[in-house]
């Protein structure tokens, strides 16, 4: 389990200004869990994924997983960005194969489990290829497979798809979703779309900014349906989810609507 129990964080901003980066966020991510923050620009999430990363600490509040109190980066979460910190002169399998060198794993051992890795995200044809013969989708399946190679016990994703074509990020969440179905790892996803918040998440957190808090929490399972069915347009076409579609919508707008008068 991982807890996230009344994290605030404040940054001094260099006007002298304290920036309210993050209000009492509580929630909690179980066994193969999926949740996704959602929220506009500037509502903390960033600052939430890395905290629980370990690269900044609260300012109050803690941070538990699997009991032992979250103090720094850990080989137990694996991270992906939005935009992908691959080593452009290292070949595909040499990147995903980093981590595990950094870990002390063997020469053999390393390759075997990054061509693994590379099968599951559908890459290991392209094992020897460099970062800029890819596409960005490509690029970013290297990233799970390089995030996944450690074996971490949650995989944190700061808006992997958000740079991507709609078409190629229909199918890199179809992708995901079959591997945390597979691996049955927890995630902690970040963006900014509703529908893919909807159609990803166990749990979607909706957030607001100054200061960045949860405003709503919805339980969903159109992921556990699709991991099921397979079918993604029968899910996004139903009144079910254009409902919650138009519920978040309109959450997301008052928080908007708050700030301009605040
Ligand atoms: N190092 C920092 N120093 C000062 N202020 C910061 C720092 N990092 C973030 N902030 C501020 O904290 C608030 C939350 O930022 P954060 O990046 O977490 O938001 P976000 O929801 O991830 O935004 P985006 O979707 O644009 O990435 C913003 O007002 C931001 O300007």
């Known amino acids: 389990m991982l807890k996230v129990d009344h994290a605030s964080v404040f940054f001094a901003a260099r006007d002298g200004r304290t920036v309210h980066a ?32 370990g690269f900044l600490p609260l300012s109050d509040g803690a941070i538990i997983l699997d009991g032992r109190p979250v103090r720094g980066p850990g080989a137990d979460r694996g991270v992906v960005f939005q935009k992908d910190a691959l080593l452009p002169w290292k070949t595909v399998v040499d990147n995903v194969a980093l981590g595990l060198k950094f870990a002390g794993v063997s020469k053999s ?44 016990d949650i995989l944190l994703m700061d808006e992997p798809f958000g740079a991507l074509d709609g078409l190629t990020r229909d199918q890199m969440q179809e992708l995901l979703i079959s591997i945390w179905y597979r691996t049955a790892k927890r995630i902690f996803f970040i963006t900014h779309s509703i529908e893919e918040a909807l159609f990803l998440g166990t749990q979607v957190l909706v957030m607001s900014p100054r200061p960045g808090r949860v405003v709503a929490r919805f339980d969903l399972d159109f992921v556990r349906r699709f991991a099921a069915t397979g079918d993604a347009r029968s899910i996004k076409l139903s009144t079910e989810f254009a409902s919650l579609r138009e519920e978040i919508r309109a959450i997301l707008h008052r928080a908007e609507d708050f700030r301009s008068v605040a």
């Not at 489990?113 to 290829?129: C, Q």
């Open 109 to 152: 051992e390393r390759r075997a489990r990054a061509h693994e890795l590379l099968r599951l995200v559908g890459l290991d044809e392209f094992a020897k290829a460099l970062p800029y013969e890819l596409s960005g989708g490509m690029r970013q399946r290297v990233g799970i497979a390089r995030a996944l190679a450690t074996e971490p």
């Open 22 to 53: 993050l209000d009492r966020v509580s929630f909690e991510i179980p066994e193969s869990g999926f949740v996704v923050a959602l929220g506009a620009s500037g509502c903390g999430k960033s600052t939430l994924l890395n905290a629980i990363a």
